[in-house]
């Protein structure tokens, strides 16, 4: 079966931090490039990271460049997004999304691949 799991998720205070993983089985991942979204209630979801299979291009939104990091583990088939500095505001759920595609976030119908998503709740 073809999919994509993402895992990591849960309940932080601000001010912490989450790792997040987005893990493929019955694909190879690095042959995608790799978005992560998130969707929070009553707000369009919004793009947070991109990075291709080399990792020669990384682009963050711009609510989370400086916070949050995404990178490969390769032997894992594996994509992870290490989050930092956490607020109020990167509440949601995080979906991650494979697709041959360029630098950049896509409409949804543009990647091969979704996964089913995993909230992230920041609250003290």
């Known amino acids: 079966q073809l999919q994509l799991v993402e895992s990591g998720g849960g309940l932080v205070q601000p001010g912490g931090s989450l790792i997040l993983s987005c893990v493929a089985s019955?694909?190879?991942?690095?042959?995608?490039?790799v978005t992560w979204f998130r969707q929070a209630p009553g707000k369009v979801r919004e793009g947070v990271s991109f990075?291709?299979?080399?990792?020669?291009?990384?682009t963050y939104g711009d609510s989370v460049r400086g916070r949050f990091t995404v990178s490969w583990d390769n032997a894992k088939n594996t994509v992870h997004l290490q989050m930092n500095n956490l607020t109020t505001e990167d509440t949601g759920v995080y979906l991650c999304?494979?697709?041959?595609?360029?630098?950049?976030?896509?409409?949804?119908?543009?990647?091969?691949?979704w996964g089913q998503g995993t909230q992230v709740t920041v609250s003290s």
């Open positions: 019955g694909f190879r991942l690095d042959h995608y490039a």
């Open positions: 990075i291709t299979p080399s990792s020669d291009t990384i």
């Open positions: 999304a494979a697709g041959r595609l360029p630098s950049g976030f896509h409409p949804p119908y543009r990647y091969d691949y």
